[in-house]
Structure formats: C-alpha cells, structure tokens
C-alpha cells in the first residue's frame, strides 16, 4: 500500500489551484470535470502522483464555503529555510499565520500558512526534526 492523495473541499477551485501553485510552488497535474454529480477534482503536488502523494482540491459547483470543523489539523511541507519560506509566501499574495520558530517544547523549526479556505499549511525546515 501507499499513500496516494489527501482531499480538500474547497470553495473557489481556480483561487485553490492558484494559491497551491503560485504561491507553494506545486504543479496542477490533473483537472477534470464531472458534469453529472457537478463537481470538479484538480490534482496537485510537487511530483507526478505515480512517484508520491498530492493533494486533490474537489469544488462541488454551487458550494463556496465549508465548516472546516475541528478534527482536521494540517498538511506539511518539508522546506530548506523556514524563515526565507514564509518570506517568500508572503510576496506571493500568502497569508503567514505563524512565523517561523521552534516549535513549543521542542528544536524542530516550524511556520504555518494558511490557503483560501483556511486549511493550515505547516512548514518543517530541513534538518531541525527527528524522523
């Protein structure tokens, strides 16, 4: 087994995608719509999905907002430089919801941003984490 996508409900599909793109880097692998159960799935990730796992954006078409609940926590990212990434996001148009630091009671550095539905976006810099 391996792990192959992890979905989100998003509520403007094209300000997700450009936001997953233009702003983290990812590529848009794949895009289709289903006409039938209106609704469209876009793939993205910073690999082709046969070599690792992407995030699958789904706009149900008429739906622009959802509860995002408290269950859900966050997607990581691995990143070089955690300071010069949020620098970075944040000349893109990104919204930077914590800076970069340690993490509470530890020495791994950490920064959260945040996408345009409010999904959290951890970022864990190179080499400051155990595995």
Aim: overall charge negative; aromatic content about 8%.
């Amino acid at each position: 087994m391996r792990m192959l996508h992890t979905m989100l409900r998003v509520g403007n599909l094209e300000r997700s995608i450009a936001f997953y793109t233009e702003v983290l880097g990812m590529r848009l692998l794949r895009r289709h719509d289903y006409p039938d159960g209106k609704f469209t799935l876009a793939f993205v990730g910073y690999q082709d999905e046969t070599d690792g796992a992407v995030i699958e954006l789904t706009h149900n078409w008429g739906v622009e907002q959802y509860e995002l609940g408290n269950a859900y926590g966050h997607i990581a990212l691995e990143v070089a430089d955690a300071k010069k990434a949020c620098d970075d996001i944040r000349a893109r148009g990104g919204k930077v919801v914590r800076e970069a630091g340690p993490m509470k009671h530890g020495s791994t550095v950490i920064a959260f941003v945040e996408d345009p539905d409010g999904y959290k976006v951890e970022l864990i810099e190179h080499g400051t984490h155990g595995r």
